[in-house]
């Protein structure tokens, strides 16, 4: 009987291991040690309330946030200073404006239209200290103020962490630039594609390849509470789930199934992971548990079933299925029951997934030989289109539910000249569409909830 082949060797794994440890990457948390923030008070005028913010998300939409950020000093400071403001500017609402170090010049700034600024500093070599401190210009006030010390390796994760804190107490809810997207990075002719398990930067910084390409890989997605990632691989020629530890580097398939296994997502909780797997000439839905393997069946209609996603309390489960004679959105509890079909636009409906906030679900229509990503409520209604292409596919939310990324591929001509295959993030109103730079032609992204 043969042996199958890891996904990676035992020293690669060891590597990745080193690599993806919450202390030397993540920086973690200040429980960790990695990443410690330390309050800065106020040496202008008294602070304003905690939670308070200034404009709420529509209003930014519809005139964005001027903003000062000077520099936060040379070298390191100003590599800081143009993560901050790219991850803000990212956002199409704030407009960047610049500004000087020390206590903001508020008279100058309003004529400017400045709403806040920041002021910031940044100091070491191998441990780093980072100040950071945002105002109200209007006012005087300072809004926040902290110190961040880590290692100098984590400064990106610094400044993202910045942005998160002014992003939400200019705005009111979180930010999403301390995460990633997980991804299949793609190199070769457009008919032999090599397809290899990939992880970066939400910004495309910090990009690191985890498998070899020796196999097909597919459909990679987050654990929502650990970083762990499942995704399809053909290994050994046997298409399987399989988990990836990104801590220990450690690789198993996901149960044992008679035909393929594929599409699997986490349940909200992180504990099970809900997959397809082939039937005689359909597929039905699983759940399989994490700790246990144990796995159990759901759907059993003879048809089609595939890309479940849960919902973020786990209680439901939309999914692609063609019982109806073609493919569909159709929603059902979380144990298989009370199955019901939400989306009756114009043409086939796949790649469903929910939001974090649980009041939309993102999906790709195939229309006219057109494909269209859009979103709808949970009950099929609200359907809007945000944005289409030749392809347009595989949608997935940051973790506050305002951006989708997904994959957009051209035309390919004669011997597949042309060809392109790249990420893009587009703003749950549908604009602000943005394409996300990488190494290699890229597909399949999949959004990694805020680091802890």
């Given at each position: 009987m043969p042996v199958d082949k890891p996904l990676l060797t035992d020293d690669q794994a060891q590597s990745l291991s080193t690599l993806f440890s919450r202390r030397s990457l993540l920086g973690a948390s200040i429980a960790a040690g990695g990443l410690l923030a330390t309050p800065l008070s106020a040496f202008a005028q008294a602070a304003n309330a905690p939670g308070e913010a200034e404009i709420t998300v529509d209003q930014a939409r519809t005139a964005p946030i001027p903003i000062s950020i000077p520099s936060f000093g040379p070298g390191l400071g100003e590599q800081i200073t143009s993560v901050v403001s790219a991850d803000l500017e990212s956002t199409g609402l704030f407009t960047i404006l610049?500004?000087?170090?020390?206590?903001?010049?508020?008279p100058s700034l309003k004529a400017q239209g400045a709403r806040a600024a920041v002021t910031g500093s940044a100091a070491g070599s191998s441990s780093t200290r980072v100040e950071m401190r945002l105002w109200n210009v209007l006012t005087g006030e300072q809004i926040q103020g902290t110190a961040y010390t880590a290692s100098a390796a984590n400064w990106r994760r610094i400044a993202h962490t910045i942005a998160d804190v002014i992003y939400e107490r200019m705005l009111g809810e979180k930010g999403y630039f301390d995460t990633r997207l997980a991804y299949i990075a793609r190199t070769g002719p457009r008919h032999h594609q090599i397809t290899r398990l990939a992880v970066m930067d939400q910004d495309g910084a910090n990009n690191h390849i985890l498998t070899s390409g020796q196999w097909l890989t597919l459909t990679p997605r987050f654990n929502p509470v650990r970083d762990q990632i499942a995704f399809m691989s053909y290994a050994n020629n046997r298409p399987r789930v399989y988990t990836f530890d990104l801590g220990s580097g450690s690789q198993r398939m996901l149960g044992e199934f008679d035909g393929i296994s594929f599409a699997p997502r986490f349940s909200p909780n992180g504990s099970q992971v809900v997959?397809?797997?082939?039937?005689?000439?359909?597929?039905?839905?699983?759940?399989?548990?994490?700790?246990?393997?144990?796995?159990?069946?759901?759907?059993?209609?003879?048809?089609?079933?595939?890309?479940?996603?849960?919902?973020?309390?786990?209680s439901q489960i939309v999914f692609n299925s063609d019982r109806g004679g073609s493919p569909q959105l159709y929603m059902m509890s979380a144990s298989g029951g009370g199955v019901r079909r939400i989306s009756y636009g114009h043409g086939t409906y796949g790649s469903p997934v929910w939001s974090p906030r649980g009041d939309q679900i993102a999906f790709t229509r195939l229309s006219g030989g057109r494909f269209s990503l859009?979103?709808?409520?949970?009950?099929?209604?609200?359907?809007?289109?945000?944005?289409?292409?030749?392809?347009?596919e595989s949608p997935t939310f940051c973790p506050?539910?305002?951006?989708?990324?997904?994959?957009?591929?051209?035309?390919?001509?004669?011997?597949?000249?042309?060809?392109?295959?790249?990420?893009?993030?587009?703003?749950?109103?549908?604009?602000?569409?943005?394409?996300?730079?990488?190494?290699?032609?890229?597909?399949d992204p999949a959004w990694s909830p805020l680091q802890g």
């Open positions: 610049p500004g000087t170090s020390g206590t903001p010049d508020f997959l397809s797997a082939t039937r005689g000439g359909g597929s039905d839905i699983f759940v399989v548990d994490l700790g246990s393997g144990a796995k159990r069946q759901i759907t059993n209609s003879g048809a089609i079933d595939t890309s479940p996603c849960f919902s973020p309390d786990g859009g979103v709808m409520g949970p009950d099929g209604t609200g359907e809007r289109i945000l944005t289409e292409g030749f392809t347009v506050n539910g305002r951006v989708i990324a997904f994959c957009r591929q051209s035309a390919a001509g004669a011997g597949g000249a042309g060809f392109s295959s790249g990420i893009g993030t587009i703003d749950i109103t549908g604009f602000h569409e943005r394409p996300i730079r990488t190494e290699t032609g890229a597909s």
